[in-house]
């Protein structure tokens, strides 16, 4: 796995001057991925927040091939260019070995592009789809996704006399995908950056589709100052409400434990789209959410190989 001083040292395939927001997760992310892959990559990308602030025209912020698709594509259209590539090497015009990616949001992976990506997945293209979950439809104003979490206050599920943020528990987008039977599938978060890079490393080189869930906590849409992004999302993951971990052929692997696994309420205190939950009234909402992030735990915990050592990356990411 490559090591600090040595992703530091590659370029950077997606320059400064874009338009996303300060603090945004998702284009850190990008680059940790971009780092990985280096320049022979194809990159699609579903309409979102990271086409919208990185392409605009006559502008782009990506340094590698880029496709901008539809909401719903981005898995089929590089799918496609996967399956080009092959038949162009066959007939042996093209030599040089190319990485594919896919990247959609939240809305255009667990609800639009959804079939999509079970059909890319399905047929066994060699390509990596990663999804960045900010965990709703930020682009076009934080209305509720499959991916939000219980109780968050969004434009569609906004808390107020008749509701009080999202009914519903988040979609297990990572059990899905896991069930095409795939070589890779895992779960990362931005501010784990050799957790992600060496999932990234694995994924493509995986003999076959492999797919990373990377939450991307937002600004606007979580509502918590710029300068603490990588906190929340190292929050998400110490209060396991967004536990790290990768499921190599059908095995899950946890690949980091929290020393000390913290109060979900360390983590939603500090964003406005649960201030309800810690108002007057907001402790069963709470204790329901918390419930749940136990319950999903206790079943990783139980199916999972883990770490050597709690509050420990990988070993091969540490190096
Ligand atoms: C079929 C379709 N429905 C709706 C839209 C409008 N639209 C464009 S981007 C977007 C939200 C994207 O949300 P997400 O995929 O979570 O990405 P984010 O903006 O959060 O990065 C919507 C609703 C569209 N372009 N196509």
Not at 244 to 263: A, D, F, H, I, M
Not at 289 to 302: M, N, P
């Amino acid at each position: 796995m490559a090591s600090l001083k040595e992703l530091a040292s590659r370029e950077d395939l997606l320059s400064g001057g874009h338009r996303a927001c300060a603090g945004c997760a998702m284009t850190s992310i990008v680059r940790q991925v971009l780092l990985v892959a280096g320049k022979n990559v194809v990159v699609s990308c579903a309409t979102g927040c990271l086409e919208v602030t990185t392409t605009i025209f006559p502008y782009t912020a990506w340094r590698v091939p880029f496709i901008h698709s539809a909401f719903e594509n981005s898995a089929a259209t590089i799918s496609g260019v996967e399956t080009a590539y092959r038949s162009l090497r066959k007939q042996g015009k093209i030599k040089e070995d190319t990485k594919f990616i896919g990247f959609g949001g939240d809305g255009g992976t667990y609800d639009i592009g959804l079939q999509s990506l079970s059909g890319a997945m399905e047929r066994g293209h060699k390509m990596l789809y990663i999804c960045y979950d900010n965990e709703a439809y930020m682009n076009t104003g934080n209305q509720r996704s499959s991916a939000t979490p219980f109780a968050a206050d969004t434009t569609t599920c906004p808390v107020g006399c008749v509701g009080k943020g999202k009914p519903q528990f988040q979609k297990d987008l990572a059990a899905i995908i896991t069930a095409h039977n795939i070589p890779y599938v895992a779960q990362a978060c931005g501010s784990f950056w050799k957790d992600l890079t060496a999932k990234v490393e694995k994924a493509l080189s995986a003999n076959g589709p492999s797919f990373i869930n990377v939450l991307s906590p937002c600004v606007l849409g979580w509502k918590y100052p710029t300068d603490e992004t990588i906190e929340i999302g190292k929050l998400a993951v110490d209060t396991c409400f967004w536990p790290l971990y990768e499921v190599v052929e059908g095995n899950y692997r946890l690949t980091y434990v929290p020393s000390q696994k913290k109060p979900l309420g360390e983590w939603t205190k500090r964003q406005g789209r649960f201030r309800h939950l810690h108002e007057p009234g907001g402790e069963g909402l709470l204790e329901k959410a918390q419930r749940e992030v136990d319950r999903k735990w206790e079943h990783l915990l139980a199916i999972s190989e883990k770490p050597a050592k709690p509050g420990k990356q990988p070993k091969e990411a540490s190096q």
